[in-house]
């Protein structure tokens, strides 16, 4: 590919790019209304559901947050009842993250909910473009995992 070509790609990439992230967002925004949590809520506790228990240290590097950010979190999760910490069996000077069982509850509860948000943004699409959007959406991530501008150490699965 040319330098041409590639300046090219560049612009049109950043055409898409800003209108992408604003649906994006709203689509965030309708997920975020389901449930008692908010996104950045969910995203930790998703992130605690699918891998199991976790330090605070090991969360804020997966999520790409401040140790700050990470605690105050933590500590209204943990005092909301939707967490709770507990030393690891191995070092006991590390505290782990593992979700409560009403938590895991409800995130089946929210994420059985999110699937209707989905379905409306399918449900206007013939069976052609609903396949070409979920193809789009897995190549969209897949590329983006394999750039290196993106650690995909810290993609979550949230």
Do not use: C, W
């Not at 049109?12 to 309708?30: N, Q, R």
């Not at 910490?85 to 009403?102: F, H, P, W």
């Not at 929210?110 to 473009?129: C, F, G, H, N, W």
């Amino acid at each position: 590919m040319n330098k041409n070509s590639f300046e090219q790609n560049v612009n049109k990439l950043s055409k898409t790019f800003t209108p992408l992230m604003h649906i994006f967002h709203h689509v965030a925004g309708e997920v975020s209304k389901v449930g008692e949590f908010s996104l950045a809520q969910y995203r930790v506790l998703m992130l605690i559901y699918h891998d199991g228990p976790i330090s605070i240290s090991d969360l804020k590097m997966r999520l790409n947050i401040a140790q700050s950010s990470a605690s105050e979190m933590v500590d209204r999760l943990v005092q909301q009842k939707f967490l709770h910490k507990e030393k690891a069996e191995k070092d006991r000077r590390i505290t782990m993250l593992r979700i409560t069982a009403k938590t895991g509850l409800l995130l089946k509860k929210r994420m059985s909910s999110m699937q209707d948000v989905y379905r409306k943004i399918l449900k206007p699409l013939t069976p052609a473009e609903q396949k070409e959007l979920v193809q789009a959406s897995q190549l969209i991530l897949h590329h983006l995992k394999k750039s290196s501008s993106v650690n995909t150490e810290k993609i979550s699965r949230a």
